[in-house]
Each structure stands twice: as structure tokens, then as C-alpha cells.
């Protein structure tokens, strides 16, 4: 009887925790271009040849 009354706090925390990590996740998303995180690159166009044909 103790093991099983020792199991219901754990899978309530496990539960919990696992539900903390998934919000914490999906807030933290750097795909919405929000103003913050990693930004897309600049693409500044390069010379290739000095001479036209």
C-alpha cells in the first residue's frame, strides 16, 4: 500500500513538469519574428566579376 500512495504525488509531478516544459517551449518560439531571438540573416549581394561580357 505505501508504494502505491508514494505514486500518485510522483505522477502528478512528473505530469506537471512535462505540461511547464511543453508551455515553456512553445512561448519561447523563435519562428513568430516577434522582435526577440535569433533573427534571419541578412543577404547582401556579393561581386563576382569585375569585367561584364
Do not use: Y
Amino acid at each position: 500500500m505505501e508504494n502505491q500512495a508514494m505514486a500518485e504525488p510522483i505522477t502528478l509531478a512528473a505530469v506537471l513538469i512535462a505540461a511547464s516544459l511543453l508551455l515553456w517551449l512553445l512561448a519561447d518560439s523563435d519562428d513568430d519574428n516577434g522582435g526577440g531571438g535569433l533573427r534571419q540573416p541578412v543577404l547582401i549581394p556579393i561581386r563576382v566579376r569585375d569585367q561584364e561580357r
